[in-house]
């Protein structure tokens, strides 16, 4: 005896069109703002519809089902970033997805049926981005834009998947392919003359620690001092977690490093701990001095109060002006050149290409290679008569 279909059930039949069988199709009920409509889904097989239809109400179950199929790309991009993305990847990731949705492509295909959106409205918003960027001012990088791509070519997809579109417009657009950025590394005697210009600076600490052990900007400015050990007989710090900005990006925040490999220990050199040593001392008279006033948050690097620095205000109102006085204003040097300097001066000294993986945090040493090789010893002009000396 057959058992009567519940409310809101799936059900499997024939497809057809005029007359002749296509294929299977599945049905099912969600609940909208609006009542209970029907959706479909379809294969080739009944088994491949079978499998649809449970996928399907799974995600109606949990929440996942959009409302309708006149929603706009706005209204998706918005449902999908909230309730398919938010607290499956990074925090600091969610919110550039999110800076991107709102700042990009909603306010340029925010009105288009999703149903109508197609590769042409998507080439259009990547030609715009890179020739005026946001507001008519200048325009985007290629690698900002390729995030954009991205970002949209996932959500699409997810659409795909949820039956909403049939297939991918990103699939049919080409992006753009990022410029490689110039990297600037220091040279020995502009490194030493860098840090001779930063030694009365408060965060003279923070450039010594970017130099000699490579650390990322944002994982300095996430340091606690329980992550560092001057105590021990070799003194170290732990990167456990990095500086980054909420959903809307006015807000600054810790969470997450980049990757597994980006978690680590690193050995201190004697010249970073005695900054560190300096640094704390310095610190603890600042803590004294305001009282009650100042926000104690464990932050090795922070602000006046003891707030999170801004990176902005970082980079214009100390490394800038230290970049001046040590004479290397104008030659285009980022603080990830830092980072760069600590890898370059290693090399020089021929350290293991694996030592300095593990000491930036790249996930393999492929990166390390692919990143550096044009600084390995061996790799230039020496390369060339290697094999004549090999057979003598």
């Known amino acids: 005896m ?6 809101g059930e799936g059900s499997i039949y024939l497809h057809k069109r005029d007359g002749v069988k ?9 609940h909208t703002a609006s009542g209970p409509k029907r959706r479909y889904v379809t294969g080739k097989t009944r088994e491949d519809v079978r499998k649809k239809l449970t996928k399907a109400m799974a995600d109606r179950d949990i929440g996942l089902v959009v409302d309708d199929r006149n929603m706009t790309v706005g209204e998706y991009f918005d449902a999908w970033i909230s309730d398919c993305v938010r607290g499956t990847i990074r925090e600091s990731t969610f919110s550039r997805d999110a800076y991107l949705i709102t700042n990009h492509i909603r306010p340029a295909l925010g ?8 590769a042409i409205h998507l080439q259009g918003l990547y030609r715009d981005r890179l020739d005026r960027g946001k507001g008519g001012g200048e325009g985007l990088s290629g690698s900002t834009v390729q995030k954009i791509h991205h970002v949209a070519h996932k959500a699409l997809d997810q659409a795909v998947k949820w039956d909403l579109i049939p297939r991918n417009p990103a699939d049919s657009v080409k992006a753009p392919t990022p410029a490689q950025k110039e990297m600037r590394p220091l040279s020995r005697e502009e ?15 923070f450039y010594v620690l970017a130099v000699h052990t490579g650390m990322r900007r944002g994982e300095l400015l996430g340091l606690k001092w329980d992550d560092v050990d001057l105590d021990a007989t070799i003194p170290v710090l732990r990167v456990r ?43 603890a008279e600042e803590k004294l001095k305001l009282g009650s006033l100042y926000r104690d948050h464990g932050l090795v690097f922070a602000g006046e109060i003891g707030n999170l620095i801004n990176p902005s205000n970082l980079r214009q109102r100390s490394f800038t002006p230290l970049l001046t006085e040590a004479g290397l204003a104008g030659k285009g040097v980022t603080f990830h ?21 593990e000491l930036l945090g790249h996930a393999s040493v492929a990166i390390t290679l692919d990143t550096y090789s044009h600084m390995l010893p061996g790799m230039g002009g020496e390369a060339a008569n290697a094999i004549d000396e090999a057979l003598g």
């Open 22 to 30: 296509v294929g299977y199709r599945g049905s099912y009920t969600v």
């Open 337 to 357: 050149d830092l980072r760069h300097t600590c890898a370059s001066l290693l090399f020089q000294r021929n350290v293991h290409p694996k030592f300095v993986q």
């Open 2 to 7: 057959s058992r009567k279909r519940g409310n």
């Open 111 to 118: 009105r288009i049926k999703l149903g109508n959106l197609n």
């Open 191 to 205: 490194a030493r003359a860098f840090l001779e210009a930063a030694k009365d600076d408060r965060l003279h600490a």
């Open 241 to 283: 977690r990095t500086q980054t900005r909420t959903e809307n990006g006015r807000r600054l925040a810790l969470g997450d490093v980049k990757t597994k490999k980006s978690r680590r220990t690193i050995r201190l050199t004697p010249g970073s701990a005695k900054a560190l040593h300096r640094h704390s001392a310095r610190q």
